[in-house]
């Protein structure tokens, strides 16, 4: 590593020394700034990368919610406001009981280029809590997001932050969420994105994040002359950003076998096709089921989760990977296994879902990688469309918001593909990403003195 981000790296591990993802993250953003930190004197004189680790603003907060049984449970509440440089807060909230203040940094900290990258004026952040929404009935989930949203009100805000759904929080959160400001701020604005349709949502919110993964992996394709016409695909996850990839990639023709959740996953050789598709929808938005239970409905096997071994969602001969779950879900065996069964391409859905290792043996086995970052940028960038809608007051059809989803998403691809070969070498968009996103971010901060 160069000396400078060596000593911004090391700053991190001494201040932060518990904090694993987010060390992990900023680690392997900074491997791809120190190809340019030479050619950029003013970032170093300004200290950019080490105002940049540095969250402008953490909340951390208590939220007590009485269960059904009448008795009060207490979980903690988080909002990392990770950067303002070129627009509002801007990033989803996770319900589910790993979440840390680790957890909640590292998704703040890519956020703020994800942002960057979709040429929309959002700044990053991301908050959530402890909580754990499974087997919750709907009364305690309705008490938990009143109790969060209290406290979180005073922090966010139409111009100051507007979060949004992660894991955990999809339709259901995040209308008790918006209830509940309103009800205490007296006041109808777009302060969260992934509202229903009915009361200030965008079409094809929920769709993005999956379609966008969709539409970048297509572009870098393209390059390589290659589609999903016919090509097998794994996909890990089946919450809301496998269900809208596999969506997508059904109606390119491809054919995606494998779905999983913390359990467990299916294996379906015949693909899953719309009408199966449309089960798992049913039984992971409304029932809140299990996996298994399509292998129980459609005679397929089922292969439960052993966290121990490495994953055999990522052992099977196909010609795509989508892992659309969490973080660190592809590890070295992992790599290695994808790799041996000629994965030609991994297209990251879930955020930071290969450990560094993977990445190192993906990229330097010629498997296209496409980051996070960018890959997933879909779901924010329609929120940015959902912002702007919101402010103007009106509604665009589905196809307009699917088109500039398009655009938004080959521009990405343009973006970084240009960085990487610029800066570092071709295909290597995990770099290209890292730096285009910090490019713009960075000219902003310096132009703002040292706030
Ligand atoms: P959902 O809650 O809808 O679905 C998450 C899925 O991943 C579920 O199948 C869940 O299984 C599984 N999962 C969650 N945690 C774990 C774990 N620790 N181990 C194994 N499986 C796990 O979330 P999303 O689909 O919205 O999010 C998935 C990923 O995509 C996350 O990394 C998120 O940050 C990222 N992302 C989401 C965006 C969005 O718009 N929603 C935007 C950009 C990125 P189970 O039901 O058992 O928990």
């Not at 996770?94 to 929309?120: D, W, Y």
């Not at 992660?166 to 007296?186: F, P, T, W």
């Amino acid at each position: 590593m160069h000396s400078q981000t060596e000593q911004v790296y090391q700053q991190v591990l001494s201040r932060d020394p518990n904090e694993r993802e987010f060390q992990q993250a900023v680690y392997t953003f900074l491997l791809s700034i120190d190809k340019i930190i030479d050619e950029l004197p003013e970032v170093t004189y300004h200290r950019v990368l080490e105002r940049m680790v540095e969250p402008e603003r953490v909340v951390m907060f208590r939220v007590p919610w009485m269960d059904d049984e009448g008795k009060c449970q207490v979980n903690r509440g988080f909002r990392v406001q990770m950067s303002s440089a070129i627009g509002p807060y801007k990033g989803g909230l996770r319900l589910h009981p790993s979440v840390n203040l680790s957890i909640m940094k590292f998704l703040a900290f890519e956020q703020v280029f994800k942002n960057s990258l979709t040429g929309l004026p959002m700044g990053g952040g991301k908050g959530g809590s402890d909580f754990n929404p499974k087997g919750k009935s709907d009364n305690e989930v309705m008490r938990f997001c009143q109790s969060f949203m209290t406290e979180l009100c005073r922090h966010i805000g139409p111009d100051t932050d507007v979060p949004a759904g992660d894991i955990g929080v999809g339709a259901r959160e995040i209308g008790y969420l918006y209830g509940q400001y309103k009800r205490i701020k007296n006041e109808f604005a777009g302060v969260l994105t992934g509202k229903g349709i009915e009361y200030g949502g965008s079409f094809i919110r929920p769709e993005a994040t999956g379609y966008g993964l969709v539409y970048l992996s297509e572009a870098i394709l393209r390059d390589k002359k290659m589609d999903f016409n016919g090509a097998t695909c794994l996909v890990s996850g089946s919450g809301n950003v496998a269900q809208f990839t596999v969506e997508k990639i059904n109606a390119l023709g491809g054919k995606v076998i494998t779905l999983s959740d913390s359990s467990g996953m299916i294996i379906d050789e015949a693909g899953i096709d719309s009408e199966k598709l449309s089960f798992v929808k049913t039984l992971k938005n409304v029932k809140r089921g299990r996996i298994k239970e399509y292998a129980e409905k459609y005679g397929v096997p089922y292969i439960e989760r052993n966290n121990s071994e490495p994953n055999p969602l990522w052992n099977i001969k196909a010609d795509y990977a989508f892992p659309c779950a969490t973080q660190n879900e592809i590890l070295k065996e992992d790599a290695l296994n994808l790799v041996k069964n000629g994965i030609k391409l991994v297209g990251e859905g879930a955020n930071m879902p290969c450990s560094i290792e993977s990445e190192e043996i993906l990229t330097s086995s010629g498997v296209l990688l496409a980051p996070a970052k960018a890959a997933n940028a879909g779901g924010v960038a329609v929120s940015g469309l959902e912002m702007s809608q919101n402010s103007q007051r009106l509604r665009w059809t589905p196809e307009k918001v699917d088109q500039e989803l398009k655009g938004i998403m080959n521009n990405i691809y343009k973006n970084i593909s240009e960085a990487a070969e610029t800066y570092s070498k071709k295909d290597n968009f995990i770099d290209g990403a890292n730096i285009a996103g910090f490019m713009k971010v960075s000219r902003a901060m310096i132009a703002q003195g040292y706030v």
